[in-house]
């Protein structure tokens, strides 16, 4: 069974930074075929892309609102991966997923795994 657990969530200030964790387990393929998104999701708004890569290759993808700011990164060796955040703003409290998908791509029904979520709260 496929799992991914994310991790790193908390409270901080606006400016400070947090870095999440998502492991993944119970891939019974080449995880390497796979790529990992992150994904958020604020109160009363749809989920979006945050940001993905693609295992095999190491490329990524950023949305604009977080260009510059936020890197995701992997450690192929435990199947762990990251998204360092920094210059965090208010508007950047959401409830963060990550999930492992076939398409290096952000959009959310290109992934077929899903963890629980991790909150993120950006105080002003």
């Known amino acids: 069974e496929v799992q991914l657990v994310e991790s790193g969530g908390g409270l901080v200030q606006a400016g400070g930074s947090l870095r999440l964790s998502c492991a993944a387990s119970?891939?019974?393929?080449?995880?390497?075929?796979?790529?990992i998104g992150w994904f958020r999701q604020a109160p009363g708004k749809e989920r979006k892309g945050v940001s993905c890569i693609s295992i095999s290759d190491g490329s990524t993808h950023y949305a604009d609102s977080v260009k510059g700011r936020f890197t995701i990164t992997s450690s192929n060796a435990n199947n762990t991966f990251y998204l360092q955040m920094n210059s965090l703003k208010p508007e950047d409290t959401a409830v963060y997923y990550c999930?492992?998908?076939?398409?290096?791509?952000?959009?959310?029904?290109?992934?077929?795994?899903w963890g629980q979520g991790t909150q993120v709260t950006v105080s002003s």
């Open positions: 119970g891939f019974t393929f080449k995880i390497d075929d796979y790529c």
């Open positions: 999930a492992a998908g076939r398409t290096i791509t952000m959009e959310i029904n290109d992934y077929d795994y």
